[in-house]
């Protein structure tokens, strides 16, 4: 298993610009979530898909779109970057409910826009 | 609502000795509370989580954590730092309700140092 796999590791891009980052998980999760993380912020939540078909905005989606593919794929959209959205971003899967309840987080994806 | 706060964005302890990084939750409901780990340029690393089961949870590496309701506090512990300890710890409560049941709200982290 490779777990939750994310593309690219490193990407910079020029104010205005679009990019979408790409993440696949092997683990048949339902739920999938899209985090950023920036220096003394902790991660906030940016979107998530509870389900195949499903995506819902978390605490910080403006200037974000998400897609799910499919099960396995969930993917972040830049539609016009900016400078405030440099971060390192993070895409997690998560299985179980009750005591199995557990998020699995992908390497990340390091963002600079110039 | 539910929210997390940790005390202290940077601990640095000497190799050898406990460490101690602090957590505490704000919650109406029993919260399900986590523990990750990220070592430099990583992802994060589940550590160890409390669902209601016993108080005092034991975790990789060495670390535990006791939840403790009156104090609404989740504590993480190691009796003895290793060098390879080096990393950020972040503490996480799961929302219980509505239609963001399962999501996690995270503390802002601390890095811990550990000196030889």
């Known amino acids: 298993n490779a777990g939750v796999t994310q593309t690219p590791k490193f990407q910079v891009l020029k104010t205005g610009q679009s990019m979408t980052l790409q993440c696949a998980q092997d683990?048949?999760?339902?739920?999938m979530y899209w985090y950023r993380q920036d220096p003394g912020m902790g991660l906030r939540l940016i979107y998530y898909?509870?389900?195949?078909?499903t995506t819902d905005k978390g605490e910080v989606p403006n200037g974000y779109n998400v897609s799910r593919l499919n099960k396995r794929e969930f993917s972040l959209r830049l539609e016009s970057a900016a400078p405030s959205q440099t971060s390192v971003y993070f895409c997690?899967?998560?299985w179980g409910q009750g005591y199995t309840d557990t998020q699995y987080f992908g390497p990340g994806t390091r963002l600079t826009v110039l | 609502a539910q929210s997390v706060t940790q005390l202290g964005s940077h601990v640095s302890v000497s190799e050898g000795a406990l460490v101690l990084l602090r957590c505490n939750y704000s919650?109406?409901?029993?919260?399900?509370l986590f523990w990750y780990v990220q070592y430099p340029n990583q992802g994060l690393q589940l550590l160890l989580k409390?669902?209601?089961?016993?108080?005092l949870v034991k975790g990789i590496n060495g670390f535990e954590a006791e939840f403790k309701k009156s104090e609404t506090s989740f504590h993480l512990t190691k009796p003895s730092a290793h060098m390879s300890d080096a990393a950020e710890y972040f503490c996480?409560?799961?929302?219980?309700?509505?239609?963001?049941?399962?999501?996690?709200?995270f503390g802002k982290g601390t890095k811990l140092s550990v000196k030889p």
């Open positions: 997690a899967s998560r």
């Open positions: 919650s109406s409901v029993p919260p399900y």
């Open positions: 409390y669902t209601s089961a016993a108080t």
């Open positions: 996480a409560v799961r929302m219980n309700y509505g239609g963001s049941q399962g999501n996690l709200i």
């Open positions: 683990m048949n999760h339902n739920s």
């Open positions: 898909s509870a389900s195949e078909g």
